[in-house]
């Protein structure tokens, strides 16, 4: 993992931390910096927004759930997928809770 993955993962992992008792509309990505220790800059450089990273840590799970399928898209990855986001829950439907402006899910469609 890169320096680059590595630090989009602790802003990953820190607003994954905020959302177990904070809603997603609530979290601010000065507080999420602070959480991490970072500067806004480096999230900026990053991420265009909370959505945006809430976004990629979407991504990120759904490639772990392909990953070594050679590009198949089945049924198994589709049950993987599904298992991964039962697996983060409280996370997902926080995320898609969420109907603002920037909701997750405009990101991901």
């Keep these: 993992m890169g320096l680059r993955d590595y630090t989009k993962k602790i802003?990953?992992?820190t607003m994954q931390d905020m959302?177990?008792?904070?809603?997603?509309?609530?979290?601010?990505?000065k507080d999420l910096c602070r959480n991490c220790g970072a500067e806004r800059q480096s999230?900026?450089?990053?991420?265009?927004?909370?959505?945006?990273?809430?976004?990629?840590?979407?991504?990120?799970?759904?490639?772990?759930?392909?990953?070594?399928?050679?590009?198949?898209?089945?049924?198994e990855h589709a049950a993987r997928m599904l298992r991964r986001?039962?697996?983060?829950?409280?996370?997902?439907?926080k995320a898609f809770a969420d109907c603002s402006q920037n909701a997750v899910w405009q990101y991901i469609v």
Excluded at 19 to 29: A, E
């Design 43 to 75: 999230f900026y450089y990053h991420f265009k927004d909370k959505y945006d990273l809430v976004a990629w840590i979407f991504m990120q799970d759904y490639q772990t759930a392909l990953a070594g399928e050679n590009g198949a898209y089945g049924v």
């Design 11 to 13: 802003f990953a992992d």
């Design 85 to 93: 986001m039962k697996e983060k829950s409280g996370f997902y439907k």
């Design 19 to 29: 959302m177990r008792t904070t809603p997603l509309q609530k979290i601010r990505v």
